[in-house]
């Protein structure tokens, strides 16, 4: 019997004599095969897919049980049961524990099993007639030693259970169904949106993605708009951008005043206070003189007196200026020719500014924007050998320099360090010179 | 010539005399005998039999068709149980009987708290009063079910935390994460006490056996393996799953693990002999979720637009859901009020009527402002030990506490109609 002749005539086929023919026949078959075959001899002609199937396979797995009656009571397991089951599974796992937890007892077995398989041999030599006896002892492993075989890989090892019918529709039917070129298309990715085909994350420009891609190239196929929500954004952001700009700038604006203010302000009460210490000196030296011109004439000795103190004072002067630094030295010049001179002027240091973040290295600015950056595999030096030469974006180093140093004196609040103050600078300085005009003593070393 | 003719003529006319005189008789196949031919005839045989005797009949007797001629092959193509194979007589038994009434369901409560999908949830099984969460932000935290206040957050993982299971009789807390860990947390301490290594990817689902000292656990790697809590070692590995395992869950008699997996299969464990002793194959893409009644031997598993009920411990066929285009199903709870519960992937809740499949409240989740579309996924779910209030975990991040609607009836509140249809049978 075939398979074919199980299966109904065409819907279309003239032949049904032939068909009541073939029942017919069939009917004989059967009846034939019914009267003269044993049955176990019928079940073994069956072929093993027939018998997989049949066996297992049956209308009522389909049928839900609930739909009959949905008042079906399903009781929950009794306790007797569950006790049962404990205590039979609790065996089988202390059991398979033991013998995983265990593993001195184990080599302790094994070691029994080593023992009972060192065997005795009597050999028999071929010459004399003495007999040797050889024993065989298992060679020692040490414990530690790693696996020469390594498995590389944890492969599941194979399950032996019978074959179980599948009680659901294949997808067979659904995957035979064509799909159209229009579908196919809808999921071809072009390599300039897949990122799994732009894997260095190129960007591409917009319409030059929807220029490769294959949906929206088609004549059929309107073009693909973008979306005027993407220009607005871009608008939004410039203005957004623009706005923030303008308000860092008052805001910087704002701030420069201020610090300009107050160093006016400082400026001011720092010239204030010289202007006192310097009124205070004269008023002391005129103070000294006028005492001088007291009692100096009619004392000889006391002038005698003052002329050698002057003297051992211009010794000792001359001494330490011998062993003065050279700064010292320079301030003393200056302190001599009546100007102030500050420290650092006299270090002279008094050029650098105390801002950090003007530290530019002017190599940078030798390289225009990223134009050195390492791109690609490809690419085996990380900079061009003729950037001085092949750069016509170089920048104007000097310009920038000067940008740099007038953003950064702009930070630090300060125009510019006092260098020198000199004494005749100000009104209060002439007015000191008249003084010193009038009573005609004072020499301009003695300031 | 002509006599040649005639001898022949008359001898072929002997014959088949002789023939009709001896063998007559067997040409008609007696009763007794026909009874066993027809045992042996396939339903497809036997179809052709009937149809083609009933043509014989039409073409030469009656002109009217009688109604009943349908019934009559029905009984005898079929045999006497022809009402459970066709599919109308099914159907107008399953009309006749009517689903049970259950009030709709109602968000009460949204909670935030995790920075990562929620992926498992939970409830205390001692005395119901918090519940604990396991994300994708790798930790687990525990909540308090009245207020739904945070009580606790429990971080040791290092990748999302797939499942948690609570001991009803130890103060642990089990947690199964896609780091390949499984880990015990002592909640009296709440500090990692154990670690359960040896999964070879991802572990998925982890379970505590009621009554023994196992816990189950299973993931990526498409092996179930059993625990011993103390010693930590792998005590068995049940093989058969041919793709990652979703769900596993131990039961304290036969069967003591269920698993449930990618390969679209249901496995029912005989862990005594350590290989499965059932499997469903009724569902045709991967088996999420399944769940087991709180108050009958019974369990219900989904796949994508299939969700199915099961009779423990044999694993037959109980109810076939109305659950035709409900998409994929991430999560199924079930409470003692027959109440099935129903997440989708797409974040619509759905309930049915345990007994009859009747499918009687379907709604969307209600977002998270905030949260994207694509972020609508119910992960999980729990109804708490009364059964009166679910718990959802979802990708928005969220936890959402859903209640029945109070005072609601079978009048103010009809549900979905009863409409069966006969595709749903699916058979």
Not at chain 1, 82 to 108: C, H, M, S, V
Not at chain 1, 175 to 196: C, R
Not at chain 2, 360 to 388: C, H, K, N, W
Request: proline content about 4%; some cysteine.
């Amino acid at each position: 019997m075939s398979f074919t002749s199980l299966l109904p005539a065409p819907k279309h086929s003239q032949s049904v004599p032939e068909d009541n023919f073939n029942a017919e026949q069939k009917n004989k078959e059967l009846a034939v095969r019914a009267l003269t075959h044993q049955k176990d001899e019928q079940d073994i002609e069956r072929s093993v897919f027939d018998s997989a199937i049949t066996n297992n396979l049956k209308f009522q797995d389909f049928v839900p049980i609930r739909q009959k009656d949905f008042g079906l009571q399903i009781p929950l397991p009794s306790q007797n049961e569950i006790d049962e089951t404990y205590r039979r599974t609790k065996g089988i796992f202390e059991q398979i524990l033991l013998k995983n937890t265990q593993p001195e007892a184990a080599t302790i077995r094994n070691n029994q099993r080593a023992l009972e398989n060192t065997q005795e041999i009597l050999v028999h030599s071929t010459g004399g007639k003495s007999n040797r006896k050889l024993k065989v002892i298992e060679h020692a492993k040490d414990p530690l030693q790693p696996n020469a075989h390594r498995a590389k890989k944890v492969v599941a090892p194979p399950v032996d259970e019978p074959m179980t019918p599948i009680f659901h529709k294949t997808d067979s039917v659904e995957t035979a169904k064509k799909v159209s070129k229009e579908e196919k298309d809808m999921w071809k990715i072009p390599p300039a949106i897949s990122s799994w085909k732009n894997p260095n994350g190129y960007t591409i420009g917009i319409d030059k993605r929807l220029a490769m891609d294959g949906r929206y190239n088609k004549d059929k196929m309107q073009a693909h708009e973008i979306n005027d929500g993407f220009s607005q954004l871009s608008a939004a952001l410039e203005m957004a951008d623009r706005k923030a700009r303008q308000e860092l700038k008052l805001k910087a604006e704002a701030k420069k005043q201020i610090a300009e203010d107050e160093n006016r302000e400082k400026g001011e009460k720092l010239r204030i206070l010289a202007q006192k210490a310097r009124e205070e000196r004269s008023r002391q030296r005129n103070k000294r003189s006028h005492r001088a011109i007291d009692d100096g004439y009619n004392n000889e000795a006391t002038h005698r007196e003052a002329i050698r103190k002057s003297r051992r004072e211009e010794l000792e002067r001359d001494i330490r200026k011998s062993k003065m630094s050279t700064a010292d030295r320079l301030r003393e010049l200056a302190y001599s020719q009546g100007r102030e001179v500050s420290e650092k002027v006299v270090l002279g240091a008094a050029k650098s500014t105390n801002s950090s973040g003007a530290h530019y290295d002017s190599r940078l600015f030798t390289k225009g924007a990223n134009t050195q950056a390492k791109r690609g595999e490809g690419q085996v030096y990380d900079n061009p050998l003729f950037s001085q030469l092949g750069s016509s974006y170089r920048a104007n180093l000097n310009k920038l320099d000067k940008d740099v140093e007038d953003e950064a004196s702009m930070s630090a609040g300060q125009t510019k360090p006092i260098e020198f103050t000199a004494a005749t600078d100000n009104n209060d300085a002439d007015k000191e010179k008249e003084e010193h005009k009038e009573y005609g003593l004072s020499k301009k070393d003695d300031l | 010539m002509d006599d040649v003719d005639t001898l022949e003529s008359i001898n072929g006319f002997y014959s088949r005399v002789r023939w009709n005189n001896q063998f007559k008789q067997l040409t008609i196949v007696p009763k007794h005998l026909q009874t066993v031919f027809d045992g042996r005839k396939t339903v497809l045989e036997k179809y052709q039999d009937i149809a083609g005797r009933s043509n014989g009949i039409d073409e030469s007797k009656s002109l009217v068709k009688s109604e009943n001629d349908h019934q009559n092959m029905l009984s005898q193509v079929f045999g006497q149980d022809s009402a459970s194979h066709s599919v109308l007589q099914r159907q107008e038994q399953l009309l006749s009987q009517r689903p049970a009434w259950h009030a709709p369901w109602k968000l009460i409560r949204v909670i935030n708290g995790h920075v990562g999908w929620v992926r498992c949830l939970k409830v205390d099984p001692v005395d119901n009063e918090w519940f604990a969460t396991g994300s994708n932000d790798t930790t687990v935290k525990i909540w308090d079910l009245a207020s739904g206040k945070l009580k606790l957050t429990l971080a040791g993982h290092v990748m999302t935390v797939r499942d948690v299971a609570i001991s009803q009789r130890h103060p642990y807390l089990f947690s199964a994460s896609e780091d390949k860990m499984v880990k015990c947390w002592d909640l009296e301490k709440n500090q990692i006490i154990r670690d359960y290594h040896g999964h070879l990817s991802g572990v998925h689902t982890v379970d505590i056996h009621p009554t023994l000292d196992l816990i189950a656990s299973a993931g990526r790697d498409g092996v179930v393996k059993l625990w011993d809590i103390r010693s930590r070692t792998a005590v068995m590995t049940l093989i058969g799953h041919k793709s990652p395992i979703t769900k596993v869950h131990c039961l304290p008699v036969n069967p003591q693990v269920v698993s449930s997996s990618t390969d679209a299969t249901v496995r029912l464990w005989d862990v005594t002999a350590g290989k499965s002793y059932k499997i469903l194959t009724h569902h045709k893409r991967s088996v999420r979720d399944f769940s087991l009644h709180p108050s009958e031997f019974s369990m219900v598993s989904a796949c994508t637009d299939d969700i199915r009920s099961w009779k423990l411990p044999e694993g037959a066929l109980l109810t076939n859901f109305a659950s035709e285009s409900t998409g994929i199903i991430n999560t199924l709870s079930v409470n003692q009020d027959d109440v099935l519960f129903a997440g989708g992937d797409d974040g619509m809740l759905s309930f049915y009527d345990y007994k009859s499949g009747h499918k009687y409240q379907t709604m969307a989740t209600q977002e998270v402002p905030g949260s994207l579309e694509s972020e609508r996924a119910i992960l999980t779910s729990a109804f708490d030990r009364t059964g009166l209030r679910l718990i959802t975990g979802e990708a928005d991040k969220s936890i959402k506490v859903w209640k029945q609607i109070p005072h609601s009836t079978p009048e103010t509140h009809p549900g979905l109609p009863w409409a069966p249809s006969i595709s749903a049978q699916r058979f």
